[in-house]
């Protein structure tokens, strides 16, 4: 089984309720969302794949580089979800256990999650998170009380650059968890995700590219959909426009993919051969990589052009971004990354440290878990400046572990708290939290953990 499943979840996995009750939950979801795409095929009367002629395929392969000057009439298209469809899902889950009060402690939690279970408290994730701490030098933070900062970034450097000359992955981790430099973020983060660009990789990547060439798929134009209404419009992304489209749609071929679900409560959907419906030796994957994108899916690539130019490395580092950790953020588990216990953790650490916060919030009808939801399904992404996000990111991957984005998402309110408490309704504390590019992340983890809450 996967290392990056948990002890509990391996229980959960064979024997528990909750993920029984998470697998009827997926499956009513998984049948929206197919029906969605489904009805969009019908309307359009398009189909889901078919082999492009040849002058199309030469067009394409000609443009290759330049798709982002492609302006394909997407106006009939639409997202198949976007999170806020999501997150109403996970509010409706519930675990017929608890039905009948047996968690009396659960009971008090006030929040939209009503799924008791277990998340970190603050002593917990500041063990976790030790390497955090006040007096633990940090990229990312202005001024250090133990070491003068630039002393500290000029020995954090020379320590980083012994780790990749050393090319240890465990220990590329560990310093990561301090921030990476930005010099060495790109080779240190394919380290910690064993990609290494071999030949037969970059041969994988060109027939990728080959199936592209070869065959239209309706998800290619609900890609290029998202594209345009995201990360094209976005101040930082908006010039790898080439690069999402090329890596994006490679993705979405490569059926290797398919492999993450093997530790997903989730299950890749089918199509059937035309006329074959319900007859299982005639189902196939769709799409072959089993990943139906969602409004703001092009997202979790986004940052990742920044660091990587080469499109078959930038590729490979995406994916193993994506089967490592941004399922997790739109699919339906137990897993202490998973984003049922993310949204769990974020509402549990503001009902319980920052309390008035949070009932002056649910009273008002604007309760946190729907302002926050968007952050952490896309990991910040499209939310902090660019630089801020890639320190986040560092700790993702420094910790293994997606629990840091509900500990922002609280960090963030706790820190507009004061004019939070002084709005009257969800479009004004909507406002007040609608601007978080100019936010420094680490000091907001910092105080939060360490110094405001007890």
Not at 81 to 98: C, G, H, M, Q, T
Not at 118 to 126: F, G, Q, S, T, W
């Amino acid at each position: 089984m996967p290392s990056y499943i948990t002890q509990s979840e391996k229980c959960l996995l064979v024997s528990g309720v909750y993920v029984l009750h998470y697998m009827e939950a997926w499956g009513s979801w998984e049948k929206r969302i197919l029906k969605s795409l489904n009805s969009m095929c019908t309307e359009l009367s398009i189909p889901l794949a078919r082999k492009r002629p040849v002058g199309e395929q030469k067009e394409l392969l000609n443009k290759w580089n330049e798709m982002g000057t492609d302006e394909p009439d997407l106006s009939l298209f639409r997202p198949v979800y976007a999170p806020k469809d999501f997150l109403e899902v996970l509010i409706n889950l519930r675990n017929p256990n608890y039905e009948n009060g047996d968690s009396l402690s659960f009971r008090t939690h006030l929040g939209l999650i009503q799924v008791p279970l277990k998340v970190k408290d603050i002593p917990e994730l500041k063990e976790f998170f030790v390497e955090l701490g006040l007096t633990t030098g940090q990229l990312g933070i202005d001024d250090s009380t133990q070491v003068p900062p630039e002393l500290f970034e000029n020995e954090h450097v020379r320590i980083g650059q012994k780790v990749l000359a050393e090319q240890d992955s465990a220990a590329a981790q560990q310093y990561i968890r301090q921030g990476s430099p930005t010099a060495l973020r790109a080779e240190l983060w394919a380290l910690i995700l064993n990609i290494s660009s071999q030949p037969e990789d970059i041969l994988y990547y060109e027939q990728l590219k080959t199936n592209v060439i070869q065959h239209d798929l309706l998800v290619d134009s609900l890609i290029y959909k998202d594209v345009k209404l995201t990360a094209s419009n976005d101040d930082y992304y908006f010039v790898f426009e080439d690069y999402l489209y090329q890596v994006l749609l490679c993705f979405s071929r490569d059926t290797s993919v398919l492999g993450h679900f093997a530790y997903n409560s989730a299950s890749p959907p089918k199509s059937y051969i035309r006329g074959k419906l319900g007859l299982e030796e005639y189902a196939v994957f769709y799409p072959p990589n089993g990943v139906i994108p969602f409004h703001g899916f092009s997202m979790y690539v986004a940052p990742l052009c920044f660091l990587y130019h080469e499109p078959s490395k930038l590729y490979q580092i995406f994916r193993e971004m994506y089967v490592r950790f941004f399922f997790r953020l739109h699919s339906i588990s137990s897993h202490p990354s998973g984003i049922v216990s993310l949204c769990l953790l974020f509402e549990t650490l503001l009902q319980t440290y920052l309390p008035q916060l949070f009932y002056h919030l649910r009273e008002i009808g604007a309760q946190p878990l729907r302002i926050s939801f968007k952050w952490m399904v896309r990991a910040f992404s499209g939310y902090l400046a660019t630089d801020q996000l890639l320190l986040l990111w560092d700790r993702i991957l420094g910790y293994n572990s997606l629990e840091i984005l509900a500990v922002l998402a609280a960090a963030v309110f706790a820190f507009r708290a004061v004019n939070l408490m002084e709005v009257t309704s969800l479009a004004a504390a909507e406002a007040v939290l609608a601007d978080l590019s100019t936010l420094k992340v680490m000091p907001l983890l910092q105080i939060f953990l360490f110094a405001t809450v007890t």
